[in-house]
């Protein structure tokens, strides 16, 4: 657990918190499940670099959650590190350059992409490349804190409602049962959610939700909406800094949000033509 007070006894003042969550996929020049959203090895390691060496302090999303529900004091300099899926890269590529830099983060699994030591997963459709549940357990016992991502991977706020709690609730059973240990929190497929879908991430006991957002996390922010920032293929360094500084974000962010919004008024769309 990282403390939450920094050493030097400079804190941030809660009411105006504005914390960098940011949202990684996978750490691969060779990705298996999506190219723009794939961070090169070499620039992940840049990144880190810089937030090692500027005093940031990692913290995972549920240790961010509790604290904004708490009131407790954060670092002067927070960061929160997410990744999605669950692919293998993880373990071979980004843990040990965490581990090297000093950093926690958070892995979000798919729990029906899992593979055993076959190499199989439960899902027919998974994609190549996922984590075995073996390093998922060696990745839990290094400290890094792990989620849920559903069992599937489908847009949760398209489907009804049992389907819709079955993956919230299951995913979590599969990965406590596995790890042996609490997944509190859940980041939602795709970054959307509903208000349906927030309240059944609560009622199957998360404590936190993850959506994509592309803005700040702030002291008032909905614990099961917490927003994140998209870090892609094209993320360099200058706009990096920018965006974990608390500066203006850089331009790309705007785009994604507008994509974020018209994708969400499809969705509704669609969703009130179903009915």
């Known amino acids: 657990m990282t403390d939450l007070v920094d050493s030097s006894g400079q804190r941030a003042r809660q009411a105006g918190l504005r914390v960098p969550v940011l949202m990684y996929h996978e750490i691969s020049t060779e990705p298996a499940v999506s190219s723009w959203l794939a961070a090169a090895p070499g620039r992940f390691a840049q990144q880190l670099e810089y937030l090692r060496g500027s005093g940031y ?3 995972t999303a549920g240790e961010l959650a509790s604290a904004l529900k708490s009131g407790t004091t954060l670092p002067a300099k927070p960061v929160v590190l997410t990744f999605d899926d669950g ?22 699994a798919t729990s029906g992409w899992m593979t055993g030591k ?15 549940w073996d390093q998922l357990r ?5 400290g890094i804190e792990i989620g849920a991502h559903s069992v599937t991977h489908p847009p949760l706020d398209q489907l009804p409602p049992d389907p819709l709690r079955r993956e919230l609730a299951d995913s979590k ?3 406590e049962s596995q790890l042996g240990r609490q997944v509190p ?6 970054g959307y959610s509903s208000r349906l879908v927030r309240a059944c991430a609560s009622g199957a006991g998360y404590e936190y939700g993850c959506v994509v957002g592309n803005r700040l996390a ?3 922010a909905d614990p099961y909406a917490l927003p994140r920032l998209t870090i892609a293929r094209t993320t360099r360094l200058p706009g990096f800094a920018r965006t974990v500084t608390a500066q203006r ?10 994509l974020t919004l018209g994708w969400s008024a499809v969705r509704k769309a669609r969703n009130r033509t179903a009915r």
């Open 57 to 59: 302090h990692a913290l």
């Open 87 to 108: 692919t293998a890269d993880f373990y071979e590529i980004a843990l040990p350059l965490l581990a090297e830099h000093g950093f926690t983060a958070t892995l979000f």
């Open 118 to 132: 076959d190499g199989r997963a439960c899902c027919r459709k998974n994609p190549p490349g996922m984590l075995s």
């Open 138 to 142: 060696t990745i839990a016992g290094a």
């Open 173 to 175: 059973a599969e990965l």
């Open 185 to 190: 929190g859940v980041a939602y497929p795709f």
């Open 218 to 220: 702030t002291a008032d």
């Open 249 to 258: 974000l850089p331009v790309e962010f705007a785009g994604y949000r507008l």
